[in-house]
């Protein structure tokens, strides 16, 4: 049932209302108000999960508090990505869940320790970036293998057992402890993940506001609440005893050097990834400014992702992240905790929570050493049945379809299923190793693989290259060459990306032969465009108009072709060329729906093309375009609904920032405005539009040819006539702006901000009204600043 159009354009006016209390929320809120209220949610969020994690090590519980405490603070403290949140670590649980059974406790703090070190001399190497160019189907296959052994082996505890180290042992005795469930453990269970679950769903205003509570703390309290007349096991937190020092491990020194590695490397990948992850949703947050920018006329580059409005913070900085990941380890090992990564569950939680700087993450880890050292009693009153609970949700999250797809997509599945498949059935670092193992086969697979087919149409035969046209596919290309017939019409499609010197010889060779025996032969790629094209003949820019197109015109145009092809000429050619390259944002802008920030008010004239002298793209601009850039005044006989009504769905619904009235040189309409009178008898449709341009006309006849300093271009004299209405018009259409009470409004609370700007179009120069002096201003190009260096 398709959706009434009242409902769209209230969904248009909430959010344009919401926008504007983001922009009149003051940047210089008091942080530590922010940071505060984040670092609890974080702190509620993170107690129960330690506690969990811990308790699936098979490791002492308060160790997840210590990891927590120590992640907190220490990385907290020195990481690289400020809004990160770290703690123990989900995706190490089975490893370390096999070390403290291998080893024991005390030596698995010790192999924490030395992968603590191995991660700091890594960060201080400046490594991290290139331990991102991992195949991200190997990180989500590894990832979602250990969600796998997470799950399988916390609902053994769930029914009211206790896991095995091994995912398939745990598998293989699933029936008989399915045979053999504790009620109690299972109905505690069963009630946690019931709440994980459905909380986040809760629907409409009140739902909204229960939902800041973590899902996790109120499943661990309801669970802690019911359980209480029940006989069930419960979390112990022992004395901290600090003179417990980590203790050298015993065993063969490979598997010692096999499991620092193992830890090194998957507390690496998880805490890299989930800072990246942060910091990607801390740049989505919506900024909290007090005003929007004014449309730039040449926008700056920044050299890296720039800090986000409202937020005290700038983007993550990896090397430094993954030393701090090590050092904490390196304490959190000393003082008897678990394994530390930055987790994406915690920082998430702590963005979406309002945080603004590192504080809330440091707070977040006092408050953990405080409850552990305070409300150890309260604690323990938690049934283990309700944690492990957490921990299996967890698990399971960890396996996410999206990703599935995503490799799916990328014909990289295979990848991911034996990095899954190697990390449940061997383990992780076997698992990584099976996974890159597939890769490199895949990927050199794909580089030899190629297929070559022929089939006869009606006018040719069509010779289908799929793959890398390499040495190893010559003998294949010309055995498939040879079935063409003698003087025939061949079109070769080249759908591969790599040709090498001597498949392109043998194509080449064939070819030359083939034409002198009187065929033809057409080589091309998968768009159809001839490959033997020079690459300097023809370059078609977004700019480039249709009569320089060669891209647009599939042949020499006739006397008898009708002027609309031209135009289909163009849709054709954005389909073939831009389409798949926009069609993912315009999907994104589809569901979200439309959210502009600027509002651009200008001529119809087809010289000016809004988003090239604005380098804006789908979704920025809220255009209005009319002959002249008029903005006739609200509330006279002469007023136009139509300009009107984009004003007011701007400015209310849409809640744009900036409104930009923007006039030209050589102007149709400031000229007509000077050649003839326009009186109120006017006749024609044009006639009648070009009066609402007399008050500009009017006002320049006031000021004189001189200006008397109330119009002038900063860098040289203004040229004739023409140039001098059309710089009057647009300072005359913006006092029309003002006389819209809803433009008013907005502006004198600061959430508004108007601007007048004149493009000469033989100059392709942008000129930006000061509006205190009356002075247009040319806007310079910025210097370009790209990597370390910066480029004029």
């Not at 504007?20 to 984040?38: F, I, Q």
Request: proline content about 6%; charged content about 15%; hydrophobic content about 45%.
């Amino acid at each position: 049932m398709r959706k009434p159009p009242f409902l769209d354009q209230n969904q248009d006016r909430n959010r344009g209302r919401e926008r504007n209390r983001n922009r009149n929320r003051s940047p210089d809120r008091p942080a530590w108000r922010r940071d505060l209220s984040a670092s609890i949610v974080v702190f509620l969020l993170a107690i129960p999960l330690s506690l969990g994690v811990a308790l699936a090590t098979g490791a002492p519980l308060q160790a997840g508090l210590v990891a927590a405490a120590v992640g907190g603070i220490v990385a907290g403290l020195l990481g690289g990505a400020p809004l990160q949140v770290s703690g123990a670590a989900t995706s190490l649980l089975v490893v370390t869940a096999d070390l403290v059974q291998r080893y024991g406790w005390r030596a698995t703090c010790c192999i924490t320790v030395l992968a603590g070190v191995a991660q700091l001399l890594l960060g201080l190497l400046r490594v991290a970036r290139a331990a991102l160019a991992v195949s991200p189907a190997i990180v989500h296959g590894m990832l979602a293998g250990i969600g796998v052994a997470i799950a399988v082996g916390q609902l053994h505890v769930v029914l009211g057992g206790s896991p095995d180290s091994s995912a398939l042992d745990n598998l293989a005795a699933l029936p008989a402890q399915l045979a053999d469930a504790h009620p109690a453990a299972l109905l505690i269970g069963a009630l946690t993940v019931a709440l994980l679950v459905a909380w986040p769903l809760l629907p409409g205003r009140y739902g909204r506001g229960l939902r800041t509570i973590p899902s996790a703390l109120v499943a661990v309290v309801a669970a802690t609440l019911v359980s209480a007349g029940l006989s069930l096991p419960r979390v112990e937190l022992p004395s901290w005893n600090l003179r417990v020092l980590p203790e050298v491990p015993q065993g063969p020194v490979v598997g010692l050097v096999a499991a620092v590695l193992t830890v090194t490397l998957v507390a690496s990948m998880e805490s890299l990834l989930s800072a990246v992850a942060v910091d990607r949703l801390r740049a989505a947050q919506p900024a909290a400014v007090p005003a929007v920018p004014a449309v730039p006329a040449v926008p700056a580059v920044p050299a890296v992702p720039a800090a986000v409005p409202g937020s005290r913070v700038g983007p993550a900085r990896l090397d430094r992240e993954l030393a701090a990941q090590g050092l904490a380890n390196v304490v959190s090992g000393l003082l008897g905790g678990l394994a530390v990564t930055g987790g994406a569950i915690r920082g998430s939680a702590n963005v979406k929570a309002g945080a603004a700087t590192r504080n809330a993450t440091v707070l977040h880890g006092v408050w953990v050493l405080l409850c552990a050292g305070l409300l150890a009693g309260v604690l323990e009153l938690i049934p283990l049945a309700a944690l492990a609970a957490l921990v299996m949700v967890v698990g399971v999250k960890m396996v996410s379809f999206a990703h599935i797809r995503h490799v799916q997509r990328h014909r990289e599945f295979p990848v991911y299923a034996a990095t899954i498949g190697g990390v449940v059935v061997f383990g992780v670092l076997q698992g990584v190793v099976a996974g890159i193992g597939v890769a490199a086969f895949t990927s050199l697979r794909r580089l030899t693989h190629t297929r070559v087919t022929v089939t006869e149409e009606a006018d040719c035969h069509r010779v289908r290259v799929s793959g890398q046209l390499t040495f190893l596919a010559v003998p294949q290309l010309t055995r498939t060459l040879a079935q063409v017939p003698t003087g025939a019409g061949v079109v070769i499609e080249l759908r591969g990306s790599f040709m090498d010197h001597a498949a392109y010889d043998a194509l080449q060779s064939w070819s030359q032969a083939h034409r002198t025996h009187g065929g033809w032969v057409s080589l091309g790629g998968r768009s159809g465009r001839p490959i033997t094209e020079p690459a300097s003949a023809h370059a078609c820019r977004p700019w480039t108009p249709w009569r320089n197109h060669h891209c647009t015109r599939p042949g020499a145009r006739t006397a008898a072709e009708p002027a609309g092809s031209q135009l289909l000429g163009g849709v054709s050619a954005f389909q073939r060329n831009t389409a798949p390259l926009v069609r993912e944002e315009l999907a994104r802008l589809a569901r979200e729906g439309q959210r502009p920030t600027q509002l651009f008010l200008t001529c119809a004239d087809s010289r000016l093309v809004t988003s090239m002298i604005t380098s804006s793209g789908p979704g920025d601009l809220f255009t209005v375009r009319n002959v002249g850039n008029l903005m006739p005044p609200p509330g006279s006989d002469a007023a136009c609904d139509s300009v009107g009504a984009a004003i007011e769905y701007a400015v209310e619904v849409l809640g744009v920032g900036s409104i930009t009235v923007c006039g030209h040189s050589g102007c149709g309409a400031m000229q007509a405005l000077l050649g003839s009178s326009h009186e109120p008898g006017a006749q024609t449709p044009l006639a009648r539009w070009l009066r609402h341009g007399r008050p500009s006309l009017a006002r320049m006849s006031r000021i004189g040819r001189l200006g008397r300093g109330e119009v002038a271009l900063a860098n040289r004299p203004v040229a004739d006539d023409v140039e001098r209405l059309s710089l009057v018009n647009i300072m005359q259409q913006l006092d029309h702006l003002m006389a819209h009470g809803c433009v008013a409004r907005r502006v004198a609370e600061g959430s508004l901000q108007l601007q007048g700007m004149y493009f000469h179009v033989a100059e392709a120069q942008a000129y930006v009204l000061d509006p205190t002096s009356g002075t247009f201003s040319a806007v310079r190009p910025e210097p370009h600043v790209r990597h370390d260096r910066v480029e004029v």
